[in-house]
């Protein structure tokens, strides 16, 4: 990232993407604007969480998939007959050592009191927020969770909230985060337009995803056209495309939310995640009809 808003990438080193739980939203690790600041130093200890490393822990997961209502069939291993546990048992620690305060959801939704927290990206976002909505219903069970819209659609956006707690977190579907416009020749990939902004603005924290559509192609592709300024072309080169629009994102966060006190995350890259190996549901098979996000 260019530019001094400082978001800095969060390696979410997701081995299995589509069946991480606890592990997930705990490596959402602290990003302020303008600073590096070690994400633990308001409890008193210095912790660099961004180079560490997933450890076994048989305290974890930090919740059981099968009694939250919020994880959907793409993401639900357990459900689906996925017959090993151990992945769910991973627990980021920081090198070197130290000791981040351990995840405690009723503190987080008191502190989040009065708060908007948007993930916007594609199936890495969804399962992040999936994972922390889990985690804090896990800490408060009988808090009353408003899920809108009510059919559980996410496209464009989905969101719930708890109520008592006036905690509202949203997940809004962006695959490559820069605009796609159908025009008269197709639609578009615009790698210079961030006009869907608009909507994550409000938000006390966003967290951002993007990467793993960029390299799709042929049926896979949701666009007919890449366009950069005035120029449109059929393909081009997938990483430059990336970069490009990572820019037109940092630009737009310079832009709106520097001056906030919003927070802002961009989260590591989500490898493939229908593969299948593990039992985890694959296209085509046990996931027929839902569609990879
Ligand atoms: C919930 O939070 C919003 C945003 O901060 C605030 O405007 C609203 O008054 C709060 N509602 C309650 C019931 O506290």
Request: proline share 5%.
């Amino acid at each position: 990232m260019r530019r001094r808003t400082v978001i800095a990438a969060t390696i979410v080193a997701l081995l299995l993407v589509a069946c991480t739980a606890a592990a997930a939203a705990a490596a959402l690790t602290i990003s302020k604007k303008n600073q590096h600041r070690p994400a633990s130093e308001s409890s008193g200890g210095s912790c660099d969480m961004f180079a560490g490393a997933w450890l076994a822990d048989e305290s974890y997961p930090l919740y059981d998939s099968a009694s939250c209502p919020f994880v959907r069939g793409e993401f639900d291993c357990r459900r689906f007959s996925r017959p090993d546990k151990q992945y769910l048992k991973y627990r980021w620690q920081p090198s070197p050592p130290c000791s981040p305060p351990r995840f405690d959801g009723l503190a987080l939704l008191r502190m989040w009191g009065g708060k908007k927290v948007m993930f916007v990206g594609d199936s890495l976002a969804l399962n992040q927020y999936e994972s922390l909505l889990c985690m804090l219903h896990a800490a408060a069970p009988d808090a009353r969770a408003t899920v809108s819209p009510r059919s559980g659609r996410i496209d464009p956006a989905t969101t719930v909230t708890f109520d008592e707690y006036n905690v509202t977190l949203v997940y809004y579907l962006s695959h490559y985060l820069v605009d796609i416009v159908s025009e008269k020749a197709g639609r578009v990939l615009k790698l210079d337009k961030i006009d869907e902004g608009r909507n994550w603005l409000g938000a006390d924290v966003l967290v951002f995803d993007s990467w793993h559509w960029w390299p799709r192609s042929g049926k896979d592709q949701p666009w007919d056209y890449i366009q950069e300024g005035s120029q449109v072309a059929k393909d081009m080169d997938r990483t430059a495309a990336f970069t490009k629009a990572l820019n037109t994102w940092a630009g737009w966060v310079d832009a709106n939310l520097v001056q906030t006190s919003a927070k802002v995350f961009f989260q590591g890259i989500s490898p493939s995640h229908y593969r299948g190996k593990n039992g985890a549901p694959r296209r085509g098979s046990r996931a027929r009809g839902r569609r990879s996000r």
